[in-house]
């Protein structure tokens, strides 16, 4: 498909000047790159915290479109390869509209990472394959569904984890993040392979190991024997389809030979761990919120598990802090733009945080403001993409917002939460009218009481 919906003159989009150019690698691209774009490297998202990288990008976004109107600007990243940067919601929703062509979702750098463990994975997959494989993610995750069907084995496992971290929760009278992420991948696991999975630390060894080299691409060659030994062990997953598991799922939905089920998975638990971040960060946002953490409670005894209540705290994290600050296409034929054209394989981002937090455009672009998420309003009206947007949006979107405000309705129905210091992070507690641009959940602490 041609998209035709700009037709301008042929001068090329504005280049960055060389001062520019370095700023914007400096302070727009690298942060993503250092904290870790495939799995976070803990360290560095703390440093990032302190220097709080992420409104230093977007500060600069908003001085480029002063200077250069609301059209795309594009530097040179090495030689043959352009990146554009977009800098109008409007531009956003076209390139995101036109997924996968002609602004395809396969962008080098993406295929550079993803190739180490599921290099037939949909995201890097050609138009051709797309149209087989995404089909079959849509399907076995729902992505039409609220809740999906499988929703009785998932809060069952949810409930069950969540009550083996209550002991914990007693004892210490504290939660950080290892215990949590531990409990959170025992559930993923449940959730993803089914209950024989819960202990299989192994498996999440194996993806976390070869996510590491994916943090940096082509760089690194590829550990083939380790990925044939995951993909192996998610295939032996696949063949017990344990019943209520998203394995089922995929066991049981349409494929042929060039679906590669076993390399769908994958993302699905990659994306699961992002979502840990985000709900690790929606707890730090409702232990300083009594007024929305005791309307979660009362909507956790009423609606269990449809909670558009926590479900809008964790879609709200995922604004203000999104897990996937570049989103990545690649134009795959000259495109042309308000302000000039861009060639054939030109990298276009988008750095979701200047779009989320740009208080010259969204008033609370810094506030905690969940009640944006319960309004009746149309994805198209506004540039919040914590799950992406159009044809390419996440088709997990809603088993992860399911499993993540089900987790976090779990855990405030016994106890409380307060922010409490730790030799990492001595910060003061969160300012709910001004957030930081950036919030490590692996530094985040809370004191727990039993209610």
């Known amino acids: 498909m041609r998209d035709t919906s700009y037709q301008h003159p042929n001068d090329p989009v504005p280049q960055l000047t060389p001062t520019e150019h370095a700023r914007v690698l400096t302070r727009v691209l690298a942060s993503p790159v250092i904290k870790g774009p495939i799995i976070r490297r803990p360290k560095a998202v703390d440093m990032a915290e302190r220097m709080d990288l992420d409104s230093a990008g977007v500060d600069e976004l908003k001085k480029l479109r002063a200077k250069y109107g609301p059209g795309p600007v594009q530097l040179q990243l090495f030689p043959g390869r352009r990146i554009a940067l977009l800098l109008d919601p409007e531009d956003v929703h076209r390139v995101l509209n036109n997924t996968p062509e002609p602004f395809s979702p396969a962008s ?37 569904k609220t809740v999906h069907s499988h929703a009785e084995t998932m809060t069952r496992a949810i409930r069950e984890e969540v009550d083996a971290l209550r002991g914990h929760l007693d004892f210490t009278q504290a939660l950080e993040w290892k215990a949590f992420s531990q409990m959170w991948w025992r559930l993923v696991r449940r959730i993803t392979l089914g209950d024989s ?38 295939q032996h997953y696949l063949e017990r389809a344990e019943p209520g598991s998203l394995a089922a799922m995929a066991a049981h939905t349409a494929s042929t030979d060039k679906t590669v089920p076993e390399q769908q998975i994958p993302q699905w638990m990659f994306a699961f761990d992002a979502a ?76 979701a945080p200047f779009f989320h937090r740009d208080d010259e455009t969204l008033p609370e672009a810094h506030r905690f403001s969940p009640q944006l998420w319960l309004e009746n309003r149309d994805d198209s009206d506004w540039p919040l993409v914590p799950f992406s947007g159009g044809p390419g949006f996440c088709p997990g979107r809603n088993v992860v917002l399911l499993t993540a405000s089900a987790v976090l309705g779990e855990l405030l129905q016994h106890h409380d939460f307060e922010p409490a210091s730790s030799t990492k992070n001595v910060s003061e507690p969160l300012d709910l009218e001004n957030l930081p641009g950036t919030l490590s959940p692996f530094s985040s602490r809370f004191a727990v009481t039993r209610r």
């Open 108 to 144: 080098m750098e993406k295929r550079g990472a993803l190739n180490h463990f599921q290099p037939s994975g949909v995201l890097v997959s050609n138009p051709e394959q797309r149209k087989i494989r995404r089909p079959f993610n849509e399907e076995a995750l729902e992505a039409g």
């Open 276 to 351: 840990s971040w985000g709900a690790f960060r929606a707890l730090s946002l409702l232990s300083v919120d009594p007024e929305t953490s005791a309307a979660a409670r009362a909507e956790t005894q009423e609606s269990f598990p449809d909670m558009p209540q926590l479900r809008a705290v964790m879609l709200e994290s995922l604004r203000l802090w999104p897990t996937t600050p570049l989103i990545l296409r690649e134009a795959e034929e000259p495109t042309t733009w308000r302000n000039g054209t861009l060639q054939e394989g030109t990298s276009i981002v988008i750095f």
């Open 197 to 234: 999975a819960r202990d299989d630390e192994q498996v999440t060894t194996y993806l976390n190991e070869l996510r590491a080299r994916g943090n940096v691409s082509y760089l690194v060659p590829k550990n083939r024997k380790q990925r044939k030994r995951f993909l192996t062990t998610l």
